[in-house]
């Protein structure tokens, strides 16, 4: 049976029971299963860590593979249990209607049928709100010999969709490209310079189908660093006759481990500036995206958060909700809707995109939706209780928050908590004063305060 079909299948079973589609790295998962592939051939191929797919997304995914079978998933059965799901549920009429051909393609179905939007906006997808003059000014950029880009916004406002398209721009070009996320190393890593810096070597490698090496160029009486700098010049850069696009994803998760941060952040500030006086240097263009603002104190001199072309993503204008509204179908002829949507998520893309997509499955009404917004029955009740989560387990950030939505004016707050709370996308600043991002936030959590006082 086609895994294209399964898949679709497998989401549609999903949304319909109220939890979110299979991510990308489920995904990669069970089309691993079917090209009878490890778990190890899967990660490495998709560079991702073989530990964080064995340890963290096959059990998640195989828990929630059995909860809509109703079976028990594993690895071993995963394959004879959802094709015949997938055949029962399919002549007893609840899933595709009959005209769809078994070997539809994923793309042409995701146009007929949006899937819930989840994360990253995939290269195919119709869903995608191009952001002029944006990604033609990272084009340019990433085309000019030691380039270093570098892309800033509050969580789920587009970074990985936009790096996404980056990526795949330099691919048509020719160039290699290596894509980490650091979300996925280890804190025992992040917390040591030595460990990350070979952690990266090694990824940087595997994703450029090499060995790694790394015992042949490190040396301790020269240091990590210097290590590192020779590994990534005389091993991989000199070997290579095109540009390698190198993507940090989520580098603020180092702003957690300022002893490293103090020692990375520099590292790659050299690189970009070797690229003036070596040639081969010049090979290497650099892509750092980042949640909000550095505030691990650095030397100006020495931060690569001062060079290069910055990008900033902010939140979605009201044309472009108007363009993703027709992408889905809606017919808004006024912009009456539009306005009231804005003025309930202030434009954030992911909170419009959610909403767009109940709207056009005639789920509830726009008056509907803001009505529940901001409470924990509406569509945005898993955001609001995850940002309630961790303002519960630190006390200093809902304080922080408290003292904004108290102000009738822009507040200055103590610089870590402002990033903290702006990299959540809580938050807004200018001038190193908050505000706070949109109504939403300010509804419900002054909701949630009064009801802790009643209780």
Known sequence: MNVDFILEVLNRKLIESQNPPLNTAEALILRGIWE???????????GYSPGYFTNVVAPELFRRLSEITNERVTKKNCRVLLESYVAAWGTLGKTLPNQYPVNFSASKLQDMSPCFPSGA???????????SPI?????????????????KAPQEMGKTSL???????ANRLGYYTVNLNLQQVDQAILSD???FLRWLCVNIARQLHKEARLDDYWDEDIGCKISCTLYLRNYLLEQIDSPLILALDEVNQIFEHPEVAKDFFP??????????????????RLIVVHSTDIYVPLQLKQSPFNVGLPI?????SLGEVINLAKHYGLNWTGEEEVKLLMDMVGGHPALVHIAIYHLSRGNLTIAQLLQSAPTSTGIYSSHLQRHQATLKEQQELASALGTVMSANDPVPLDPILAYKLSSM????????????????YQQYFQNFQAEHRSS
């Open 36 to 46: 009878y592939k490890t778990y190890n051939q899967v990660a490495e191929e998709a």
């Open 121 to 131: 906006v995939s290269l195919d997808s119709p869903f995608y709100i191009e952001r």
């Open 135 to 151: 990604e033609e000014q990272v084009y340019a950029e990433i085309s000019k010999p030691g380039a270093l880009v570098r892309i």
């Open 163 to 169: 790096l996404l398209r980056v990526l795949d721009y």
């Open 193 to 195: 310079i030595n460990k």
């Open 267 to 284: 590292l790659l500030r050299s690189w970009y500036e070797e690229a003036k006086r070596i040639p081969v240097w010049q090979k290497l």
């Open 312 to 316: 900033q993503l902010n939140s979605f």
């Open 425 to 440: 996308g809580l938050i807004q600043l200018n001038d190193n004063k908050a505000t706070l991002s949109c109504q939403l």
